[in-house]
């Protein structure tokens, strides 16, 4: 979908829909029309195609009606009311154009004009700017007041934030800004300072934007009708000529984008007003950076090596995927079908990883072939399957605003899914009640104007008790939803469940002083969740990523079936997934044991449908997952891997345990867009391609699949598809694709949630959300809503087993890891981006108390060992962390976060215990012996990369 760009595009309709069923029939110069009651008035004559001037109001804003632009007359009405804050009524009569109101509003419009600097020519708004247009619309030309009196032509400029720059000598003082940080954003740091000719915009907390408390959200530059709140881009750039439609590569919300472009330039990215995961809004790393992607850092050629301590050679694409191949054969004649295997990549699309998966099943052979979900939701298929019958979340975003009880467990939206916290804490302040349970005080904990009615900060690795402990409230003080449970679930598993978690052992008063939270706390919690209304779930990795993550998730899902909060809008279980396509990765077969739609390998049913779709036999046993890939690889017996837009080696724990493994294996061949940690360990390495170079799909948190649409071209000359389709044709295994959405259909074709889904149908919805198939053609918003997808919903018992990560005297503090809004996983994009302004490096997060008592000061260099390894990070004194928790983000490879992991990980899934970890912490001066080792190593391969050459027979080369 790529259009010319043209503002009108997205048609400002003035104020915000309204969603009432009553219909108001009114009469607008002359042309009747019905609108929904509380409509403005500006907005039935846009709706009319009549444009009323405005500068105050624009339709994602309340409208505010300070600036006095859009009067209108109406018939039996006193004076000249503003349309944007006057509702419409049943038989009004309205005039938006007559003599009298045009001298009004050019008589505004001078006073305007008489504090602004004209200079539209050199203006970087020229051409987009709503005062200029305004200007032509009212007719303007003479200032009669001059230029001479007091003006603020010569404010002086605020450029200190990385993506924007405010100059406030072409402020209006309209509020839009103000009110789109209020309530689109919901972070309130934007204030009108001073009254009358002095009144001007001020960001609190700090002196200039980049100080201040300002997330760099840029609803604010959006919102604002002139050139005072502008990117830096389009400053640099000019204003964009055409856009494409396309969908974050970051986070799971998946905000859509327009890809607004120069030429092949991208000169911003401006969140879709029609997006239905975002509708209009978006966070810094969505907005603003999106500058890795034409970094020099990008490698964009094929190359190949025989040691990784060889140079690398740059081939050909021909010579690298033929090179991959035949080392990929050689392997397995040499260690057998099942000594090599692949990596699946959630930052890649969902037609991407199919593909992969189907390499590996088809062309290696073997079912050796997982992803990144396996060290973040895996537990969420697991639990969610085991209790629900589907390994997806229940709700849209959009149901949150439904919901009376909002609990939130091990996630922190604000800082890793930003744009639906901004709609989350929207729906507290319209007065829904808040639970967090989290040991850390997270913002959303005390944020302006929404703060949790309970946090119950619990210590890391007892989530399982605290849900044993809500469930023992709820069933043991009569709070469970009888009707709906009868109705439901299977009544034997309630039978079973209800004894177990009204046994005294799981009450409260037992297991609080395990969770080390008030058991008052926490009956009211488990009261409140019960009997609050509408009461909806949203976790992340603080449940997943623990010895009991399947559990957990299985506790949370009994949760919400023993109170009826599942199946409408409102309620449900709600994974909030950490990456752009974990969802897709998972449901399109990326683990050993599935086939995509999450069919079991072993059905032979379901087997045939792809052996005779893709031509081949499949092994009917499950393969490796990735850390029995590593053990393999140790034990001799795993020599190859292809990874694709994965970077293991810092993102999966016990990076030495890793490396070692990587170091062990004879052919590693990476597809990424850097050579990123994992990929100084390949010996291999195909360019990959960023989101903006390819199209496809991604599916969000919401089984949201939206299209990704490519602007630019692929800098390697292939997209990361492409690459896969010239590997499976060099190992014998034809692939012939021309298209992503032929992929697409081949999915569609094998599965049974997505029968419905094509490129033309992504096309004509905007998105599709699955199942959808015959029986939900237009897709599935809310799922299990009459019966679950397994028929009656299952109560697993979820008996508490604590980790054997524990604390003792050598490792007295237990550390928890976690992710900052402006940074992104491992950080290989955002490192590359100007949001390094805000966090350029890993801090660990220490209680004044623990910090104390060691001697360490805030700054500080601390090591941090645990049984794992050791690391030095610099200290953060914060009262975040509860005494006896230590945090820390994982965001540079050098901090070595996971050197300090362990291999502890969930029973059902092998999720990594990435949020428990004994730790002992003292003050250092020194790095630690690994990070001397990690920079040595970095260094070295960085130099192999420098002195990479055009290599003429560089095959034959590495072959000698
Ligand atoms: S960028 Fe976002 S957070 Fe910052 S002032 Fe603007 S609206 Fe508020
Ligand atoms: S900065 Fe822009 S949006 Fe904010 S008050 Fe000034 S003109 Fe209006
Ligand atoms: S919230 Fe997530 S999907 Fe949306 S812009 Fe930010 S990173 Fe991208
Ligand atoms: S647009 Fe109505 S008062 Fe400003």
Avoid at 535 to 562: D, F, K, P, R, W
């Amino acid at each position: 979908m790529i259009t010319l760009f043209d503002p009108n595009t997205d048609i400002d309709l003035g104020t915000p829909a309204r969603d009432s069923q009553v219909q108001v029939t009114l009469n607008i110069d002359g042309r009747s029309i019905s609108v929904p009651e509380g409509t403005s008035v500006m907005r039935a004559a846009a709706l009319l195609g009549t444009t009323i001037p405005k500068l105050c109001a624009t339709d994602s804003l309340e409208a505010f009606g300070s600036c006095r632009m859009c009067l209108v007359e109406i018939d039996g009405m006193r004076g000249y009311p503003a349309s944007c804050t006057t509702p419409v009524s049943e038989g009004m009569s309205v005039h938006t154009q007559t003599p009298k109101l045009a001298t009004l509003r050019r008589n505004v419009m001078e006073l305007y004009i008489s504090d602004h600097p004209l200079d539209c020519l050199t203006c970087s708004a020229n051409g987009n700017c709503e005062l200029q247009t305004v200007a032509g619309q009212v007719g303007l030309r003479e200032v009669r007041y001059g230029y001479e009196g007091d003006n603020h032509l010569a404010d002086v400029k605020d450029t200190s934030n990385p993506y924007f720059d405010y100059d406030p000598s072409k402020c209006i003082v309209c509020n839009r800004c103000v009110r789109a940080c209020e309530e689109t954003q919901g972070t309130f740091a934007l204030t009108i300072t001073g009254r009358g000719f002095e009144s001007r915009v001020a960001a609190a907390g700090g002196d200039n934007f980049l100080d201040s408390e300002c997330v760099s959200c840029g609803a604010c530059v959006q919102a604002c009708p002139t050139a005072t709140l502008m990117e830096k881009s389009v400053v640099e750039l000019g204003q964009p000529e055409r856009s494409v439609i396309t969908t974050c590569a970051y986070c799971g919300v998946g905000c859509s984008f327009r890809a607004e472009m120069k030429g092949d330039q991208l000169v911003r990215m401006v969140p879709d007003k029609n997006g239905q995961a975002n509708h209009g809004h978006s966070c810094v790393k969505g907005r603003f950076a999106w500058g890795y992607a034409t970094h020099p850092d990008r490698i964009t050629k094929p190359m190949i090596r025989k040691h990784i301590n060889d140079p690398w050679q740059e081939v050909s694409w021909d010579e690298a995927v033929t090179y991959a191949a035949s080392e990929f054969r050689r392997l397995q004649q040499k260690y057998g079908r099942d000594s090599i295997g692949g990596i699946t990549s959630s930052r890649c699309t969902n037609e991407e990883t199919y593909l992969v998966q189907k390499l590996i099943r088809a062309a290696f052979g073997n079912n050796n072939v997982d992803t990144c979900a396996r060290v973040c939701h895996s537990p969420t298929g697991y639990g969610l399957k085991q209790t629900l019958g589907e390994s997806a979340g229940t709700q849209s975003f959009d149901s949150v605003m439904q919901a009376d009880v909002i609990l939130v467990m091990g996630a922190n939206p604000s800082d890793a899914h930003p744009v639906f916290a901004s709609q989350l804490k929207r729906r507290l302040r319209e007065g829904a009640r808040l639970i967090v349970i989290d040991p850390r005080r997270i913002d959303l904990v005390d944020s302006v104007h929404a703060r949790a009615e309970l946090h119950l900060a619990l210590r890391p690795g007892t989530n399982v008790a605290m849900l044993n402990a809500l469930a023992h409230v709820i069933v043991t003080e009569g709070l469970l939803n009888q009707t709906f449970i009868d109705a439901r679930c299977e009544g034997s598993d309630f039978a079973r469940w209800s004894e177990f978690v009204s046994r005294p052992e799981n009450s409260p008063e037992t297991l609080g002083a395990i969770c080390g939270v008030d058991p008052a706390d926490i009956r009211a919690a488990a009261r409140l969740y019960a009997t609050g209304g509408n009461a909806a779930i949203y976790y992340g990795l603080g449940v997943t990523e623990h010895s009991q993550g399947s559990t957990a998730v299985m506790g949370i899902a009994n949760l919400a079936m023993a109170t009826g909060n599942i199946g409408r809008e409102g309620v449900g279980v709600n994974p909030l997934r950490g990456q752009n396509n974990v969802q897709g990765s998972c449901d399109m077969g990326s683990f050993p044991h599935e086939l995509p739609g999450y069919r079991h390998i072993s059905n032979e049913v379901v087997r045939a449908q792809f052996e005779q779709a893709w031509n081949v036999t499949l092994q009917p046993d499950p393969g490796l997952r990735i850390p029995n890939m590593f053990e393999a690889a140790l034990g001799g017996s795993f020599k190859g891997l292809y990874c694709q837009g994965e970077d293991i080696a810092q993102s999966d724990p016990n990076t030495q345990h890793v490396t070692a493994a990587l170091s062990a294996m004879e052919c590693v061949v990476v597809q990424d867009i850097f050579l990123n940690e994992t990929a100084k360990f390949a010996h291999v390495f195909l360019p990959g391609s960023s989101f903006l170079e390819k199209d496809g799909t991604f599916t969000n948190a919401e089984r949201r699949i939206s299209r990704v649409r490519k602007v630019m071209e692929p800098l390697g000359g292939k997209a990361d598809w492409e690459g896969t389709v010239a590997l499976s044709n060099a190992l014998g295994y034809p692939m012939s694709y021309q298209h992503p959405s032929e992929i697409m259909d081949e999915i569609a074709s094998l599965t049974p949630t997505f029968t419905n889904v094509s490129y033309t149908e992504l096309d004509r919805h905007g998105s599709l959300q699955w199942p959808c198939n015959a029986a939900a053609p237009d897709g599935t918003p809310t799922m299990h809503i009459e019966e679950f997808v397994r028929g009656k919903g299952r109560f697993m018992l979820t008996g508490y087993v604590p980790t054997e990560e524990k604390v003792n005297s050598r490792y007295p503090l237990l550390l928890t890891t976690g992710r900052i809004l402006s940074q992104y996983n491992v950080g290989a994009q955002t490192r590359r981006t100007d949001n390094v302004a805000w966090h350029h490096e890993d801090r660990l997060e220490i209680h004044p108390t623990d910090a104390e008592s060691r001697g360490i000061n805030e700054d500080d260099w601390v090591g941090i060992g645990s049984r794992a390894g050791q690391t030095v990070l610099r200290a953060r004194i914060t009262e975040r962390v509860a005494p006896g928790v230590v945090y820390t983000t994982f965001h540079f490879p050098e901090s070595g976060a996971n050197v300090i992991t362990t291999d502890n990980s969930d029973w059902a899934t092998n999720c990594p215990e990435y949020k428990v970890t004994a730790v002992e912490v003292s003050r250092v001066y020194h790095p630690s012996e690994w990070q001397k080792r990690y920079q040595a190593f970095s260094d070295e391969q960085q130099r192999l990369l420098d002195e990479r050459r055009q290599a003429r027979g560089a095959k034959a080369e590495v072959r000698r």
